[in-house]
């Protein structure tokens, strides 16, 4: 089956990873492909401690990344150097690469270990920047055994995406203390 996970709402990767406790537990193989995300999270700490019946990879920079126009002067403000503003339709180039390169690499060894659930955390948003192109994630998707669960997270899930799945789930913000100005807290967002 191929499960989404997106909207605006808190809990799409904190999901992912309650469905990668669950399956561990029922003795599967579980990689699980991280875009945009560097090794600075709590989770990843667990997470790589159930190796190897659980494999994490990570692929992209440390910071957010948005097109001009999307973020509010508020917003701009609140996140300072910790984002990065681009042209519409025109990411930057060093990271388009970064993501890829760091793909590829990881479609290698997802096919070699032929894992019984991927998750491929954030991938919706590395479809919605086109840091990533749909022939490479339906290409992964192709290339997986009938037996492998897929689970993709993130905000925008790209209308292909959702058409193709059998779950989606659409996560809304009702209410957020980012609105507040509260930043993410250790345990919690991080």
């Not at 029922?26 to 190796?51: D, P």
């Not at 509010?72 to 609140?78: A, G, I, T, V």
């Not at 203390?177 to 807290?185: E, W």
Request: contains cysteine; hydrophobic residues 45%; glycine residues 8%.
């Amino acid at each position: 089956m191929l499960q989404v996970y997106t909207g605006k709402g808190k809990g799409k990767t904190t999901a992912a990873i309650g469905l990668a406790i669950r399956s561990l537990g029922a003795g599967h193989k579980v990689f699980f492909l991280q875009f945009m995300k560097s090794l600075a999270y709590s989770e990843q700490t667990i997470l790589q401690s159930f190796a190897p019946q659980l494999i994490l990879r990570t692929t992209g920079k440390p910071f957010f990344i948005a097109e001009e126009g999307m973020l509010s002067d508020q917003e701009l403000k609140r996140w300072g150097n910790d984002v990065v503003i681009f042209p519409p339709g025109k990411p930057p180039a060093d990271y388009i690469k970064v993501i890829r390169d760091g793909f590829l690499s990881a479609q290698e060894e997802i096919i070699r270990t032929q894992p019984d659930l991927l998750i491929l955390d954030e991938v919706n948003v590395a479809l919605f920047f086109k840091l990533l192109q749909p022939a490479d994630v339906m290409e992964l998707l192709d290339a997986l055994p009938q037996t492998t669960e897929v689970v993709c997270t993130g905000r925008n899930a790209p209308q292909w995406l959702v058409a193709s799945a059998d779950l989606v789930t659409d996560m809304q913000e009702i209410k957020h203390y980012y609105q507040k100005g509260i930043q993410a807290r250790k345990g919690i967002e991080n």
